[in-house]
């Protein structure tokens, strides 16, 4: 007798390859579009399946958990992060959560240093000039003077995998590596980035020429860099976030940014998502990029193979490999 497959509802495009095997395996149901569905329609997509592929652009709270019914058993999420999904809710519900670690590491550390170098060495004001015909005069001593990499101190604040990441390319810069994590490293990690372990967050902003902010959006870190934690920062210094926008309080960095309290900041994400300052948008020592950290070829078909991973290992009882743990638990 065969085996029922699982129903599968993808709230967004995906990789060809990926949507292929995906249908392969599963009572796969894809989109024809990629408008991110509606709240409504989100709700009648829990509904109809076993597995929901959700993707950072769908927020499932507990409202929206319990209008989903008891078939819904497993949210396989295209993604790492999962601070729009209410994980606890979820369980509580009977529904499983997994995630796809790993996968976009390398990606979101390379956008990191391109961020860091775009600043560092004005190449915004400088494509800017090229591009106005008859405004650049030609080679000068003292002109578009940026910073050096080498020496700068580097404060990661969150040292997982992709803070990690992060540190070993900015070392191998020549940048000197100092880190604040809730746990710290093992030795074995710490050695060979020569890296300093801060206790205090307070005392490590202080100190740092730049600031790459790495880790996830929890109700602990909400505005972990606020107005106060941003005053202490030195004015030469530079703050990249490729982690979550909720991480700083992003009027505050404005406003610094534009007073020449901070020399400026690398931002891939923002806090109120594409609702963007235009104030932010506006300034010269501001590079921005649209949350493209992980936007490679290579990620979006690795994040594709470890959410099946996922699914399959589900499909076949036993427990998904990349399981999201709730807070708490």
């Not at 129903?7 to 995906?14: A, E, F, G, I, K």
Request: contains cysteine; hydrophobic residues 45%; glycine residues 8%.
């Amino acid at each position: 007798m065969t085996k029922q497959r699982l129903s599968v509802v993808l709230t967004r495009r995906l990789p060809d390859a990926v949507e292929t095997r995906m249908a392969e395996l599963f009572d796969a149901r894809l989109r024809d579009d990629d408008a991110p569905l509606s709240r409504d329609a989100l709700a009648d997509a829990m509904r109809s399946a076993d597995i929901l592929v959700p993707t950072l652009t769908d927020v499932i709270d507990a409202p929206l958990l319990g209008q989903a019914g008891d078939r819904l058993k497993l949210i396989a999420n295209y993604g790492a992060g999962v601070d729009h999904i209410d994980v606890g809710a979820a369980r509580l519900c009977g529904v499983l959560v997994s995630n796809t670690p790993g996968a976009t590491t390398d990606d979101t550390a390379d956008m990191t240093l391109a961020l860091m170098l775009a600043v560092l060495r004005r190449m915004p004001e400088g494509m800017a000039l090229m591009r106005d015909e008859g405004t650049w005069a030609g080679w000068a001593p003292q002109a578009l003077l940026g910073r050096r990499l080498r020496g700068l101190r580097l404060g990661v604040l969150g040292m997982g995998r992709i803070g990690q990441a992060v540190a070993a390319r900015a070392r191998a810069f020549g940048m000197q590596i100092h880190y604040h994590n809730r746990r710290r490293l093992h030795p074995g990690l710490e050695a060979p980035l020569e890296a300093t372990h801060w206790d205090s967050l307070d005392r490590m902003v202080a100190r740092v020429d730049v600031l790459s902010i790495n880790c996830p959006h929890t109700p602990a870190t909400f505005h972990l860099m606020n107005a106060r934690r941003l005053h202490l920062m030195q004015p030469h210094a530079v703050v990249v976030n490729t982690s979550r926008g909720e991480v700083v309080d992003e009027n505050a960095l404005t406003r610094m940014l534009r007073a020449g309290e901070l020399a400026g900041a690398g931002l891939d994400v923002y806090e109120r998502g594409r609702g963007l300052n235009p104030r932010l948008r506006a300034l010269p020592n501001v590079v921005l990029t649209p949350h493209t950290a992980s936007a490679t070829h290579e990620a979006r078909l690795e994040m594709g193979e470890r959410a099946i991973l996922n699914m399959r290992t589900f499909a076949d009882g036993h427990r998904p490999p990349d399981l999201v743990i709730p807070q708490g638990h």
